[in-house]
């Protein structure tokens, strides 16, 4: 908790940037700001940061532990914290007696902090005998994990985000960081501006704001990265770029990468006919990384989340080791993480296929070293069911009982409908969360309220291997409690009091650092993550630690607790002395013979669906859904074509679509923003039964997953999109929560005091007057209601005013072009509606032109894009000078791009 006056230090929960957030508390009030001391952000935060402080609400949360008795009952009951916890102990001891420990899992998260992954693992690895504990981050960065244990022998990242800086060359691949890293984009932006012989190339099907940055952009086809960097190998090789002294004396596999590099993709011809980009843009690319020396390639999601992801990882790997660019500045392969802690999971050996402080799971001499640091009864022998097994071992009652802590799978994985199906006949299911409903917590036989972002006290790890401290500065609420303290209570219960005896997180967190150590420097080849600087830290150490990036040996004056820069000074640079972590310290090309994805498209399935996120939201919207700046930015689900393949499909700009797939479908919004190649198509992950009627992505992608890292293909799903006919399009503004059963499909986006939703309907409506009056819950006939109808062209609204301040709003049309909700939304605001706002919502439009910013463009600064583009007509003929005037895209700049889009087109004469 913070002292009077003074910020708390915290770490943001969102992307695996790693922002440093300060956090003030006044009362009922919460300032949020980027933490200047903090090496990855230096007091910048993106948006979704800054905004932080609207997600803590109390609306939603679970409050209290929740039973449902697995023989029967329908509804969940509030019960004590014991008995919850003793139903738990109860049913999965039960299951264990009967079953085996095979037929128990925990599926987990990359939200947990690396003190509630460390117990989760040691119960179940330790305690449980099984490893049966897999996490989210499977979807997002296995791949990458697979791929540096099979190139370094030990899951390391080997750059910084100052190498990034530092690099003359970054390639971006399968990475909109824009949007989904943006400090860490913005990093690299300000680089290239200081530096402009910097070059940036951008490798991804779409255009996004990302290729704003980028010198080059080559929009490959989904699935062919591997014929890229094989090419790249290939290129170099004939060209002579090679560190011949590096490849001899410190790697092996060599010849047989490049012979499969050469048959597969040994002419810049056949990559470009593979990768469907001109031959000239793969020429230039190559030419420009041979002759770079400093060069990083950054890879995220478009790489890992694929049926071939190892080997796309791998792929980068091999062109880098060829060159010798690893281990030296601003050079390397780098893995972006997509989520907070899904670094700090790995560490401590949350994923099903790895054990603690990264040892592994196959190595008996590791199982042993293991057993003996925690003096457990057994240890798990044998790898474990990943996220996509782990549910169809559900579903077919294999697993009897499943632990789903900090993540949403009915919305998240491939398949989602599998995951419900699994659910609903899982014997036994206990979910721990901070919300009270989600679409999985309605599986739930036991719920657990978990404590949230500003409640719960630990440790998180970024992509670039710092570990930075999460900080508590609110209480409580209700009951509940740390995740790490319902693990470590099941323990207690099993009879196992002295190994989850923990009386806080900072004896945790001690535990996990002397861990790493333990055995470490006896190890042959011992192992890179070691945190023995961190060991037996006091309290007060734990509770000031200072961020810092691991290993920190403590041997060598890398004392990290006073300060992070003087840490980072002392810091090893990683493989710099040619020694890597195999069995003979030699790093191993590894030969990536390419494929496609699995599934191709078809006739009737004519479109590579494409999944990702969006600029403002996080996941599945249990938190930035909250919040009314995130959720103006991109308020509905939608899908995005081609102009000619949504001219094919049937479907315009603006109406609805239902996207289909083998495995299932969804209703969204369509767009044709022109990001897009052809026979492709884009949907956000981040909508579900929360938000919207039907938009879950997940139901669609098919559960195919890389045969090394179990990673699945979130990025190519066979798809068709078809029109979603309806009579009527609407929208209502409430200010109090609206059932949505009078319309065929629906969306909600949360407001500054009121609650928004689209929809639709296929019924035709005789009387719109009774329709709104239902709809809005307005009973009394005497009530102050403004209504205007056109029988003729279909059109109708109505608004309900309440001691003259505004409480609903209803619009209604054929045709989806309805009237602005930013000028509607500032009615919202006012205490007291004017005549002319009365007028105004009589007549469907503002009065005062003015008074409509148009659909926020900049959500910082809450500038709409009205008012960018009669600023862009007003003479600011730049990004710059239009953030002089308006203020928009100068503090995170993920806007940037739209600015630059807006000012291009609002120039072109009409
Ligand atoms: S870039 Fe944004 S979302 Fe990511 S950690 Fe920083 S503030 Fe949070």
Known sequence: MSEAGRPVKTTCPYCGTGCGVDVLVRGDATEVSGDATHPTNAGKLCVKGAA??????????????MLREPAGGRELQRVSWDTALDVVAREFRRIIR????QAVAWYVSGQLLTEDYYVANKLVKGFVGSANIDTNSRLCMSSAVAGHKRAFGEDIVPVSYEDLEDADLVVLVGSNTAWCHPILYQRIVKAKAARPQMKVVVVDPRRTATTDAADLHLPVRAGTDVWLFNGLLSFLYQHGVVDTDFVDAHTRGFDRALAVADNTAGSVRAVARQCGVDESLIAEFYRLFARTAKTITAFSMGVNQSSAGTDKVNSIINCHLLTGR????????????????????????????????????????????????????????????????LFEAIESGRVKAVWIMATNPVVSLPDADQVKRALAKCEFVVVSDVMHKTDTTAYAHVLLPALAWGEKDGTVTNSERRISRQRAFLPAPGEARPDWWALAEIGRRWGFADAFAYDGPGQIFDEHARLTTFGNADDEVPRYLNLSGLVGMSAGDYDALAPV?????????????????????????VFSD????????????????????????DEDFPLALNTGRVRDHWHTMTRTGLSPRLAAHIDEPYVDLHPQDALLSGVREGGLARVSTRWGSLVARVRTSGELPRRTAFVPIHWNAQYASDARVGSLVNPVVDPVSGEPEFKHTPARVEDFAVLWHGFVLSRTPLPMDQVIWWTRVTGHRFLRYEFAGRERVGEWSAFARTALGVHATDADWIEYEDRTAGQYRAAWVVDDRIEACLFVSPRPDLPSRAWLSGLFAKDRLEDLDRIGLLVGEPTDRGADAGPTVCSCFGIGR???????????????????????????????PELKALIATSLVPA
């Not at 402080?53 to 209290?64: D, F, K, M, S």
């Not at 009967?98 to 420990?101: K, L, Q, V």
């Not at 990036?549 to 000074?569: F, H, I, K, L, Y």
């Open 866 to 896: 009205n008012r960018i583009v009669e600023a862009v007509r007003g003479g600011c003929h730049s990004a710059e000078a239009l953030g002089r005037k308006l203020q928009c895209g100068t503090n995170c700049g993920s806007c940037i």
């Open 549 to 573: 990036r691991w290993p920190v040996s403590g041997q060598d004056g890398n004392d990290p607790r006073p300060d992070a820069a003087a840490a980072d000074a002392f810091m090893p640079r």
């Open 326 to 389: 690893i281990g030296k500045p601003g050079a390397g392969p780098f893995s972006i993480t997509g989520q907070p802690n899904a670094m700090g999971g790995r560490e401590v050996g949350g994923l099903a296929n790895m054990l603690a402080a990264h040892m592994d799971l196959e190595n008996a001499q590791h199982r042993q070293l293991v057993q003996t640091f925690w003096d457990s009864p057994c240890i798990a022998e044998r790898p474990g069911l990943k996220a996509v097994e």
């Open 578 to 601: 040619g020694r890597f972590y195999t069995a003979d310290r030699k790093a191993r090309f590894v030969a990536t013979p390419p494929r496609l994805p699995v599934h191709a498209r």
């Open 98 to 101: 009967e079953d085996g420990p």
């Open 52 to 65: 932080l402080g609207e997600t803590l609400v109390p609306e939603g949360r679970a409050l209290h532990p």
